[in-house]
């Protein structure tokens, strides 16, 4: 089974100034298809960064070095936020979906299980052996979510090691799995569904 986590308050009053700042100052990209706006963040602007990779290294019991950084405003300003189920294909062994700051609830899932995430929380997890997905939501206008994405490598002796490039079934290829999860969001849209709110069950 492979390793969830979920830590509130991660970040001190400082350190998410420090990230304000730093998010402000960042190059703009534009999505139009998922209902959101992009900026690549600096990590070495952030040497506070260096205490989270030595926890989530800790918390996984893997040497993880610390990729690209992604800043991402979710709202209705931009399209329509959406995120089906999918699984990623790159060498991103770690994520930390950390929710900066939000007006709206929007749950985060794994696999079949849906997570109730606050601001100043993350969910850690494997992307690439994660089935990830956010549940149908319409967004008024107004509501926004802003996510950081970090994305930690694995490493060996100063080399990244974790590499999902090539194992997985190509997009649009037959994937059981996934379909599965997409017909489960379908379903959680047309009823209620349970979240997971006792963190501490992970
Ligand atoms: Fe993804």
């Known amino acids: 089974m492979e390793k969830i986590h979920y830590i509130e308050n991660i970040f ?9 700042l730093t998010i402000k100052n960042s ?7 998922l209902g959101r706006i992009e900026k690549q963040i600096d990590p070495s602007k952030n040497q506070f960064l260096a205490k989270l990779t030595e926890t989530v290294s800790q918390l996984f019991e893997k ?22 189920p999918h699984i990623d294909r790159d060498k991103v062994e770690v994520i930390v979906d950390y929710q900066y700051n939000s007006n ?20 850690m997890f494997n992307p690439n052996k994660n ?10 206008t107004g509501e926004y979510v802003e996510m950081i994405f970090f994305r930690f490598f694995e490493t060996k002796d100063g080399e990244i090691i ?5 194992i997985l079934p190509k997009e649009g290829e037959y994937n059981p ?26």
């Open 27 to 33: 190059e703009l990209k534009e999505h139009t298809t």
């Open 177 to 202: 799995e996934i379909l599965e999860a997409r017909n489960y969001r379908e379903m959680c849209y047309n009823g209620s569904y349970d979240r997971l709110k006792d963190h501490t069950m992970l």
């Open 63 to 84: 040497d993880l070095i610390l990729g690209p950084i992604t800043y991402v405003k979710y709202s209705s300003e931009y399209g329509e936020p959406n995120l089906p």
């Open 162 to 166: 974790s590499d999902y490039t090539n």
């Open 131 to 140: 089935i990830h997905w956010r549940p149908i939501k319409i967004f008024q």
């Open 12 to 20: 001190g009053g400082e350190e998410i100034k420090s990230l304000a």
């Open 104 to 123: 709206t609830q929007w749950d985060l899932a794994l696999n079949k299980t849906i997570y109730e995430i606050e601001d100043n929380s993350a969910l």
